[in-house]
């Protein structure tokens, strides 16, 4: 079994910042991208970041410039530190990570529980 536990969500002021961490566990062989996905009420969940086991990274325009994306191999851990946020933000947060428990095993998607993050004055 894999799981993803996430972290570091909560209520930030208009312009404040946060730092989110997911971390892997489980029985994993390896893992080739993780990501952060948000989906805001009555709203798609869509893709925030990602970034793959050689640090490629990729982000939702929205984010760019005030969302920054990294990974600890060593220790499987997804981090997403969120500045200038922005009452639009306000979403449930999900970590993602595509990995493969064994070689004779598919890739898959797995998922955390998600994050309340709330930006208001």
């Known amino acids: 079994q894999v799981q993803l536990v996430e972290s570091g969500g909560g209520l930030v002021q208009p312009g404040g910042s946060l730092r989110l961490s997911c971390a892997a566990s489980g029985n994993i062989f390896s893992i080739y991208a993780m990501g952060w996905y948000r989906q805001g009420p009555g709203k798609q969940r869509r893709l925030v970041a990602t970034?793959?086991?050689?640090?490629?990274?990729n982000y939702a325009d929205s984010v760019k410039g005030r969302f920054t994306i990294s990974r600890d191999n060593a220790n499987n851990t997804v981090y997403l530190q969120m500045n200038s946020l922005k009452p639009e933000d306000t979403a449930v947060y999900y970590c993602n990570a595509d990995l493969r428990q064994d070689l004779r095993q598919p890739r898959r998607n797995y998922w955390g529980q998600g994050t309340q993050v709330t930006v208001s004055s």
């Open positions: 970034i793959t086991s050689s640090d490629n990274t």
